[in-house]
């Protein structure tokens, strides 16, 4: 019996990896996202799918580990100082949200015929966002750490907060609860701050030390269950105390993120943490009762629309009132219109003391759920409903009548070094880019900079093609420095026109282009490092010298069959590191090689034969 029980929870992990591997994959493929993905998977294989699983709930609680892991993670990329600057947003920005969207979602409950009490938890869960499902968003957008991003987290973070005076109104909302006395209340208060202040000294004053006692006993595998007793240790310590799970490991995540162990934690940590987190969105797809759907669908769609439009009405509106850009409050709106993971809690709890009854539980949470669902639907259609925001030009001028006698499109690093020969000797040097940012710092260095895009006839004509003597082509993207090229080329064919190519297949393009010149941005620092890696291991300058020469040779070798014949070809010009034959050179070095070691003084010996016939080996 044992066997069959172990055999039955082997199906069902089978299932869970199966789901997710083949669910994640298709709706990625299609533009859909992995949290959809999961949660589409979720409701297949759950209780109200194909039923491979009949309980949801107990993975769902195993599942949030994986939100714990990943704000563990997210505290580790987050200074106290950093933290300390975010403090107006987080009780300030985040606050604000907060109470305008639970006065604005009790509002809604209320104009539905509920009562006070139950409109208010109703609608206090549903403003708690979805940590899980924005900071992945943010995370594939690589939007965590840009300003937009960070304010999100405060308000977040905030949201995270609000659960504890949240769960106690509710205590003082039960029929009864008005009894509870101020003395409890003030001990709970004082139990949760108490467990942030213990976790907070124990983490300035015990983690360090611990970590470099563990790291002496150079065990791997003793570092890997450290890093999880620590983001575990944090998360039960703040769940006791009635504080959010989430909460203690993004805490831990802080205190530690200018530990000298936070790297080794984050790549510790970093395999559960993904595991879990999928596991939590397919636990969260399980969740979804379609029973309670169907019964109740127009209740079900009504408030999900109602909830999810006013919720965005609100964030909408105190990020214009605290002076955000449209684009930007827009984008949050939407990334945050969405009910959460900590709504489950809520909801129980006032089940639990008789607030709302199983059914109302039930339909709160498939609205929550559905709310989930549907966000990165609605993100998808925000990025192709609106358009793009145009770059404030603001201290910025246009590119228009220049008269230099070279003209330089593209002013990153490349695009600076190449200008500095130029500006030496006295030549007039028109620049554009396109990038404002980019602009504005050129000026502090002493550059003027026009703004253009080089892609463009009218901006290459405002800029001085006609007029100039050369073009150097500067950008930092292939497809852009080819069409460039193209233009230039075709609209003023007597024009020299020198570009820079991001690798092989680019400079390709470029030749067939006609440019006049072009240079891998990689190849003559490439060569340098390798001879100077040369001169390390002991070979003599001038024997450094030829071998680089000889490289040289077999590139350009190598490059005229490739413009003849494609790519894949001159092959036999690269010495290869798995037993190719070792081609000969171009020109016979003066020297003899020298070994460095007995190892290659036997390889050289056995190498002369082939060494002394030219061409055997070509």
């Known amino acids: 019996m044992a066997a069959e029980a172990a055999g039955s929870d082997l199906i069902h992990v089978v299932a869970l990896l199966a789901a997710g591997v083949v669910a994640v994959p298709i709706f990625k493929r299609v533009g859909l996202g992995s949290i959809l993905g999961y949660l589409a998977a979720g409701v297949v294989i759950g209780p109200f799918g ?83 499902i924005v900071m992945q968003l943010l995370e594939e957008r690589g939007e965590i750490a840009a300003p937009k991003g960070q304010r999100i987290v405060s308000i977040l973070l905030l949201e995270d907060l609000a659960i504890v005076p949240l769960l106690a109104l509710i205590a003082f909302l039960a029929p009864g609860g008005a009894d509870m006395s101020y003395a409890q209340r003030l001990t709970e208060v004082g139990i949760g701050l108490a467990a942030i202040v213990g976790l907070v000294l124990a983490g300035r004053y015990l983690l360090n030390p611990f970590f470099r006692i563990l790291a002496d006993a150079r065990a791997r595998e003793v570092m890997t269950a450290a890093a999880l007793l620590v983001v575990l240790g944090s998360a039960l310590a703040m769940q006791l105390s009635g504080l959010s799970m989430a909460m203690g490991a993004f805490l831990a995540g802080v205190l530690l993120s200018e530990s000298t162990f936070r790297h080794q934690l984050e790549a510790d940590i970093e395999p559960f943490r993904g595991v879990l987190l999928g596991l939590f969105f397919l636990a969260v797809g399980m969740s979804l009762d379609l029973h309670v759907v169907i019964e109740n669908w127009r209740i079900v769609v009504i408030y999900v629309v109602a909830y999810m439009v006013i919720k965005a009405i609100g964030i909408y509106l105190v990020a214009r009132i605290l002076k955000t850009g449209h684009r930007e409050a827009l984008e949050r709106a939407v990334f945050m219109a969405q009910g959460g993971e900590f709504a489950f809690v809520l909801y129980s709890a006032a089940a639990a003391v008789g607030i709302i009854d199983s059914q109302a539980n039930a339909t709160l949470t498939a609205i929550v759920i ?41 002013f990153g690093r490349f695009g600076q070094i190449a200008s500095q020969p130029l500006l030496l000797r006295g030549i007039d040097v028109s620049i554009i880019d396109n990038e404002v940012e980019m602009i504005q710092a050129a000026a502090d260095f002493g550059f003027k900079v026009y703004y253009g895009d080089g892609t ?40 020299t026109v020198l570009a820079r190519a991001f690798d092989r297949g680019t400079a390709l393009q470029l030749i067939r282009a006609d440019v006049d010149f072009q240079i891998r941005e990689t190849f003559e620092s490439a060569l340098v490092f390798g001879g100077s890696t040369l001169e390390a291991l002991g070979v003599d300058p001038e024997e450094v010298a030829e071998v680089i020469e000889d490289v040289r040779h077999r590139d350009a070798a190598r490059f005229e069959l490739q413009l003849a014949e494609g790519v894949r070809a001159g092959a036999r010009f690269l010495k290869g590191n798995i037993g190719t034959p070792i081609p000969t050179p171009l020109s016979q070095p003066r020297h003899a090689g020298q070994a460095l070691n007995e190892e290659t003084a036997g390889v050289l010996h056995k190498s002369e034969p082939a060494d002394l016939t030219p061409g055997a080996n070509r």
């Open 50 to 132: 194909i039923g491979i699983f009949s309980e949801s709930e107990a993975i769902l609680h195993v599942a949030e580990l994986g939100v714990v892991m990943f704000l563990f993670i997210i505290g580790l990329e987050m200074q106290p100082s950093r933290l300390w600057g975010l403090r107006r947003e987080i009780f300030g920005l985040g606050a604000l949200q907060v109470g305008v969207c639970a006065l604005l979602l009790t509002g809604v409950g209320l104009a539905g015929g509920f009562p006070v009490s139950q409109s208010f938890v109703a609608g206090a869960g549903f403003v708690l966002t979805s940590t899980a």
């Open 456 to 495: 463009r006839l009218d901006i290459l004509r405002a800029a001085g093609a006609g007029r100039a003597r050369a073009v150097l082509i500067c950008v930092d993207k292939p497809d852009v420095a080819v069409r460039i090229a193209k233009l230039i080329k075709a609209e003023f064919p007597l024009l």
């Open 370 to 410: 559905i709310s989930m669902v549907l966000t990165p639907l609605a993100i998808l259609a925000l990025r192709y409903l609106t358009p793009r925001d145009e770059q404030s030009l603001e201290g910025v001028d246009v590119a228009d009548g220049l008269t230099g006698s070279v003209l330089i499109i593209g």
